[in-house]
């Protein structure tokens, strides 16, 4: 692929990752996100502050941005190599350059959310080799948030199960890991991106202070829809 086709199509995933749904949705109802709740521009809070039907549209939206991102990279890289390993290291790159974008936004200064919608977006969009472990993950997510009733929680488990759903399936398809070893570094590196992002979360948990799903935190109440 041409270097400058690359960059381009690595600064607009960048830019694409960055675009903050969840404050965008908030301030057309009159309220920023920045200073309500936990504070974080994610669905999680904006479930928490605006409600739960927008909660899942914002997430929605992040994760339709990752999947989009992940299909037009699909298409570039199909178009310009030849070689199945650097096909994956160009969906690595977009992806990654994707859910920095989701996490350091330029547009807020670099504080956006956490990078789990657009992350499991990106991986969706990976067809068909993280598709299905991508699918297992969120299903896994659903339970968890069902089950306990922690958001954070449920994000960390999908998060960890992931490389483990793909090299389950990876084991019994015609994928060989030793081709498609980028996209074992993505999921390695999303995984520990999560973590690290709920590490505030991660000593609730243990302290037992962590927010549960619709229950309003530090003491404020959702505005009348």
């Known amino acids: 692929m041409p270097r400058m086709e690359l960059v381009t199509l690595l600064v607009a ?52 941005k990752g999947a989009l991102v992940s299909v037009i990279a699909a298409q570039v890289a199909w178009s310009h190599s030849e070689s199945e390993t650097m096909r994956d290291w160009t969906w690595l790159a977009c992806g990654a350059s994707c859910i920095i974008g989701s996490v350091f936004p330029v547009y807020l ?77 993505l999921q390695a590196t999303l995984t520990v991106l999560v973590f690290i992002r709920h590490r505030e979360n991660i000593r609730r948990l243990l302290a037992g202070t962590e927010n549960r799903i619709g229950r309003a935190s530090d003491g404020q109440t959702k505005p009348a829809s």
Do not use: C, E
């Open 13 to 64: 995933a960048y830019l694409v990752g960055g675009i903050p749904f969840g404050l965008i949705i908030a301030r057309r109802r009159g309220v920023d996100l920045r200073k309500v709740g936990s504070g974080n521009v994610g669905a999680t809070n904006v479930g928490r502050v605006l409600g739960k039907k927008w909660g899942v549209l914002v997430f929605i939206l992040d994760l339709g």
């Open 109 to 185: 200064r670099f504080q956006g959310g956490k990078g789990v919608a657009a992350s499991l977006g990106v991986i969706l969009g990976i067809y068909p080799y993280l598709t299905l472990p991508g699918l297992l993950a969120f299903a896994l997510w659903v339970i968890v948030v069902k089950v306990s009733g922690y958001v954070s929680l449920a994000s960390l488990s999908a998060a960890g199960f992931l490389p483990l759903g793909y090299a389950i399936m990876a084991w019994y398809a015609p994928w060989p890991l030793s081709v498609h070893y980028p996209l074992v570094a």
